[in-house]
């Protein structure tokens, strides 16, 4: 038994053991020291929290770092894992910044009381309707909502410039839809704002009769069109523009439609960012905040990403509907209660 | 000679192994906690009304579907591929038993990918099933092989004399003696199904898994999240309490390995599409596809050499040490459940195996509770991803450590004791060294695992870690197909080392027989 006994402690001291140099050799990130005075101080860095692409994203914080001297620490994930992880951090969070891909996420963390409330020269830098209602967080960046089509099987006249119109059945098994994604919601939500509850329950109704293919994400809508084996589907256009960067735009079979100014289908998604309570007093993390809407980097997600500036006076990138015609009249696409209701709407009809 | 395992008058484990397992067991229960606060803070009204709503029923029933179905082809595929490879000369016999080990390499979403190349309008059950049977049939196929290669077929033989049909003497003698293997196997793959997104997010099939990843993605919904994963706890438990009540008592006997049969030409052909269906289903054709695209790719970006290499040091690095760990905590939980089955065993045991039913996500999310809650400074460190690793990967080793350790005959402790070895020497020099191929079986399958994982890894690396699956990911969404294939590539390439090596544990110990 004493044998046993011995190697069992040599047992748990191995483990000890591995523990102890595992926690050494990695890089510590203590939460960041909260300043008693007021006014925000620069010691150089911040931790950011990307919901956003690296290979999108990397080359505007290099550009940033480069000018302002500031290092940035970033932490890369998708949006849904990137919330998540903050919500479940919650003031413990090492990040002082939080880069999103949709309002939702952003909406939640304001619901939770993590964001600090920006500055006005930042708040308003952005128009309302594409920013939050509260100064919680800023809207950074646009993506239109669009039908992606099958260009062999289909002309651009065969779609229509309506929602309406694709519920009918002679869409039906043809159009793909992300019903889990925040993009497909805040489309819906949209509908609720814009035409009413009565006609968004008709048409999630009729959606859901007309057996559309049900996607887990826009990537997977557009390559399925792109490879012949979905006729249509509703999307955030910028998806495209990554793809076609990819296999060059001749070669590129999907093509995109935009449904008319004031369809539901026309709104604008927003991308955005928020300063989280404990970078409340890092002058780092606001002075990038700033950064993202300004003139600079606004023209950079023109160029790069070909999503819409939300900056005034920055033009929308080639080939694009101005943003005007997609304007998001009365939306709060961050206001998690009208998102609530629509996910009862999409679960009532089986859809989530 | 036939013995049951067990220490047959001793009933009680000794105190200090059951602890040391109890202690195991529990990095286990941390995301069952986890989730059973989430799931009631906000009221259990919220979580009653949850759970009744007809899609968690919907949902629930597909992972049941999809698990049970894929568990038992596996079970059938797998066995018939052990036999094949175990009991029969084959041609190109090193190359077919690598073959078949290879599917363990290929990540799932890699292998729906691949298929969606090709066939763009895959979805829904049918090709989730095949998709996961696939890659899933290894873990069957692996330990009932080496079952066999050290059990006699003089049982068999006897039957077959005695006047039994070949397939009456196959199930009263064959079938006991890889029985426990089989099961443990399918326990596997019945779990790892019910946890699986990757695959069936890609083929479109609305399982348990895609309704938590929506919780999250859409709605931040914590508390649904919840609720839907502590139902895959419950199905989990329920796989393996059957899996506990169909292996009963395990039997082994002593080795006495008989010369395999030459298998008739014509039926060479059926015997190779049974053993190479799932390598070509897994492997062939979406690697194919992989190189498809990238040939599609317009815009080949330069690859950056440091950072590549940098992420395939990362993915061995974690392998080799994440291993290991699941190593340490696998097997007092093994060592118990091998030779005790009193309640307090089988309750470990079951504990044990819960994380690997849990998507990644849930996994990781619920260390970050527990480590900012409890090890702060742990926070973000290699160690907490390392937990996370086993917490997911435990189970992989359990299985096959404990049917190799159960399968040391008592007999031969009791020689090694009376000849004055201490209870720890014996353990040495008689039960880990019989049992260290399955040992390592589990071993090697918890660093496969661990190389291929992505989303605890996502949550709980040090930022400035990157895994090659990480880096995989990062180039897939971003579309950068061309950019993604040298990842894709050596994820694939260090994935089979460990691959290559557990067919050759079964290869070397079958060069003894000749």
Known sequence: MRTRSRAMTTLFASIAAVAVLAGCSAGQPAPAEQNTSDAPESDGAFTLYSGRNEALIQPLIDQFEQETGIEVEVRYGNTAEMGALLLEEGDRTPAQVFLSQDAGALGALAKADMFMTLPDDIADAVPAGFTSTDGSWVGVTGRARVVVYDSEKLAASDIPDTVDALVEPEWASRLGVAPTNASFQSFVTAYRVLEGDAAADEWVAALSENDPQIFENNNAILTAVNDGALDAGLINHYYWYQLAAEVGVDNMRAQLAYPKAGDPGSIVNVTGAGVLQNGASDADALEFVRYLVSQQAQQYFVEQTFEYPLLPGVDAPEGLPALESLINPELDLSDLESLADTQALLSKYSLL | ?514
């Open chain 2, 1 to 514: 000679m036939t013995t049951t395992a067990g220490v047959g008058e001793r009933t009680r484990p000794p105190l200090l192994l059951a602890a040391a397992a109890a202690l195991a067991a529990s990095a286990s229960l941390i995301p069952v906690v986890y989730l059973a606060v989430r799931a009631v803070e906000a009221g259990t009204e919220g979580f009653v009304a949850t759970l009744l709503r007809p899609r968690v029923l919907e949902l629930a029933l597909n992972s049941v579907a999809l698990a049970a179905s894929v568990t038992a082809t596996c079970l059938v595929l797998g066995v018939a591929s052990a036999w094949l490879l175990s009991r029969w000369r084959l041609p190109a016999e090193r190359t077919i038993l690598l073959l078949s080990a290879l599917p363990l390499a290929v990540p799932s979403y890699l292998v729906a990918y691949g298929w969606l190349v090709w066939s763009p309008g895959l979805n829904g059950f049918w090709p989730s099933w095949a998709v996961l049977t696939a890659v899933c049939v290894p873990y069957v196929t692996l330990p009932v092989a080496a079952a066999w290669r050290g059990s006699s077929g003089d049982l068999e033989a006897v039957a077959r004399t005695l006047g039994r049909g070949p397939i009456r003497s196959f199930f009263s003698a064959t079938w006991p003696q890889v029985r426990g293997a089989a099961l443990a196997g399918s326990l596997l793959v019945g779990l790892y199904s019910l946890a699986e997104f990757g695959a069936v997010s890609m083929l479109r099939f609305e399982t348990l898994t895609w309704g938590i990843n929506a919780s999250y993605s859409a709605s931040f919904d914590r508390q649904q999240a919840a609720v839907l994963a502590l139902v895959l706890v419950a199905l989990a438990l329920i796989v393996v309490w059957a899996e506990r009540r169909a292996r009963g008592q395990a039997v082994t006997r002593v080795a006495r390995p008989l010369p395999r049969g030459v298998m008739p030409r014509r039926w060479l052909w059926a015997a190779l599409a049974v053993v190479l269906a799932a390598p070509v289903v897994s492997v062939t054709v979406p690697v194919l596809g992989l190189g498809v695209r990238l040939f599609s790719a317009e815009s080949i970006r330069a690859l950056d050499l440091p950072r590549f290499a940098s992420a395939v040091g990362a993915t061995l690095g974690l392998a080799v040490v994440g291993s290991l760990l699941v190593l340490v905590f696998a097997l007092p939980i093994a060592a118990l459940t091998a030779r005790y089955r009193d309640r307090l065993s089988r309750g470990i045991e079951g504990i044990g195996y819960l994380g690997h039913a849990l998507p990644g996500i849930v996994v990781g999310l619920s260390l970050v509770f527990f480590g900012l809650a409890v090890v702060p400074w742990a926070y973000q460190s290699l160690l907490m991803l390392l937990f996370a690793y086993v917490v997911l990967f435990m189970p992989r080793a359990i299985g096959s450590a404990r049917s190799g350790i159960a399968a040391v005959a008592p007999a031969l402790i009791d020689v090694s004791r009376t000849l004055g070895d201490t209870p720890a020497a014996s353990w040495r020099r008689v039960t880990a060294r019989l049992a260290a191929p399955n040992i390592a079986i589990g071993c090697l399958l918890a660093a496969i695992a661990i190389m291929k994982e992505l989303p605890a890894t996502l949550l709980l690396r040090p930022t400035s870690v990157h895994t090659l699956a990480t880096e995989l990911w990062t180039r897939t969404a971003a579309a950068e197909y061309g950019g993604a294939a040298p990842y894709a590539a050596a994820l694939l390439l260090v994935a089979s080392v460990p691959a290559v090596l557990l067919s050759t544990i079964r290869s070397t110990a079958r060069e003894d027989e000749s």
